[in-house]
């Protein structure tokens, strides 16, 4: 059989110009269902008798699309350590390593280092903590991703131009076994030359005069990322926002490399919370159509591309109960995302020791949009889902030693707040969600692409090879 | 922004030859994560310290490939009908529809009709029975996909070349409506000069000389279906038999048009019986080779599609149990379909009314090869898998009006036969495969093409869109 795809992707860019303004998004546990749920749930919220075709995000309209499978060198289901690895420098890695080999010990250069020695500048962005794994294997290489400590550090010794998004988890080290620590990573960064902005005021006014810029979140989260995006008030900085300002203070006669990182679509798909993931995306969506402003501004020369490093929580757009019926629209009710509710379910169950069921209800109506009013609502929860609730509500009363931990409970609650979980678990499948994972899959994931070489990242491929075509597209 | 990927298909395709001889394969229910399944078990069944890259089905290595999305008019989650009219007229329709239009007034031509108004020879293939929604929309034209008496004479009326596999579900209008029946649809079909071919012997001895074939599978199963791949003796025809038959017998100056559909993909995927929808990917991929073989001895005049109609059962390649490791070689234990196991079963209840858990353990080793040996094996049960297990056979050995039917019942078992499924669910979750659901599912399916035109099948684009790229490739 004559089957090779790999030839007309060479073929095809041989003579082009270098892409020389380069862009990579990364959905962090975005797969085919986190796309496709986002814009069905647009559609959904549509009336007419028909439903409107889904087709809403910028990424999905991209020229050229494809494949990517995401397996790591000893595992069909990636972490986002091996799978950034394998985007960042073309190399399959294990489970937990920072841009170094399957052996942990010899280092591997990222396109983003490429990029920088090359005389372009670097943006790494991310909605989590800068030193969380997918943007650290742009610029630092650790054996574990665990060496927050260690990946902080190599981030203020990259010389890269920008990093914005979440904070930084062990700014001392405490959790180092490093012997000579040369102090908090804020402090060792502004000694590099990093100008430090951690307030929506100094952000704005940012202009480009050449500093080194390291931007952190007014309003640092769940281990130090981002709110999650249904949680963040419309007026603090957004994944959007960064992006924008990476392409200010960034364009210059060398081009630049942009790295940015959807991070907690990832980090509600562990949880199972679908809403709070798809509006994930829609913000991630949202600094994607910032670089699309900036290409059709530049064409020919600036590249786009959108992947996720892997799929998360075995999200399917289907469940047993609905059947062949979908209720997207339903999942408008949810306000808050799993964790701004444990927060208060948390206060709750402070004051209320010895409640019931029935006290945290209005909590629950007020939160998430189910009521129990006997079947007069489409939000109404049914018998067995009250059961569902009550058994969760019984877990999540009890002292954490004193909880459930066999199989069957892994299986319910993955070690969320059981009732929670089974809220999101309720209201997910009531809209014709269902999961099956507390951690990533093994499914390949698309990947889209837009502008100066894009038509190469058609078809099917290795993530590995995401760096491959870069390099050869910018010319590195 | 300028984001159109409609402009270059039509662009390329102007001025090339016809596609002269076009092959479309559709695996009913194939997804992603079928197809991702097939590969990764092939994978994992090879030793090694790391696993080999899953690359093995002959599609998943075909130049181009895109995502399709696959809603119908009224409903994200179509059926086999509405998607099926969907690729072979262009047009959304309802659930259940057979080409016909949303009014279900109209008669909508298919691409199989127009190949052969053009004069090209045109073969329907099905692993299911030929009357079936997949096959059906190719031939005929009614308002209902139960109408299949009416579906049945279709066929005879078609005029079309060669059909071959499963039989027919209503070949003598028991469940029809009709005034005037023209009486069986078999004997129908001889009177409009169709040669019935219903044994190896006959079908092997088949040449062409010009006559109407309709070949039935001499071994008839579940519906009138083919037996499912891991069920089928390696000596009784396959689906890649009959397609190197078609082949044998359509050839011809002007051209032929051949659907193959692997339905029995869906089917597994309904009960949630990973193995058995694995071997049937296989022995869809099987057929596809022969296409390929055929395609590489007429290069610039071939074209192979191979689509999915929709996802099947929420399948996911990750399972909250086993959180980010797979063990997909456990799934060779698998010797029988469910289907075959509920036939075994009924026979063991027949004989044992009164038997416990710990009667039929040896029927279940035998044909999924889980064991009770107190976690000596990688496939001994854990507690929380037994409790599963008793819970299902006690509901297996009630009568069936006795069962419960509430909707824990439903999720837990969807209908089928309350110990298999949980027994294919058990399975599957110590390999890592997860399933939410009994019905179709909503996410975008992969799209493969190979030989003249095949690039038009890059990219993100909607099943109607199927039909109007081999409509142009094929000049027809």
Known sequence: MCLSSAQHVI??????????????????????????????????????????????LSFTKFPAQGLTTTHDASSFITDSASSGTAIATGNKTLNGVISMDVDKKNELKSVATMAKEKGMKVGIISSVSIDHATPAVFYANVPSRKMMYEIGLQLADSGFDFFAGGGVVDPDGKKSKMEKKPGNVIEYAKQKGYKIVDNKEAFSALKPDGSKVWAVTEMPADESAMLYEIDRPKDAVSLSDYTSKAIELLDNPNGFFVMVEGGKIDWACHANDAMSAIKDVFAFDDAVKKAVDFANAHPDETLIIVTGDHECGGMTLGFAGTKYDTFFQKLQHQKISYVKFDQKLGQFKSSNPNAQLKDVMPLITESFGLTNKGGKSEMDLTEYEISLLKDSFAETMKAEDARSSDDGAYIAYGGYEPLTVTITHILNRKAGIGWTSYSHTGVPVPTYAFGAGAKTFDGYYDNTEIFSKLVSLMKI
């Open 11 to 56: 073929a095809s860019t041989d003579s082009a110009k270098p892409a020389k303004y380069v862009f990579v998004f990364i959905g962090d546990g975005m797969g085919l269902p986190q796309v496709a749920s986002a814009e069905i749930y647009s559609s959904a919220l549509k009336s007419g008798k028909y439903p409107e075709a889904p087709r809403v």
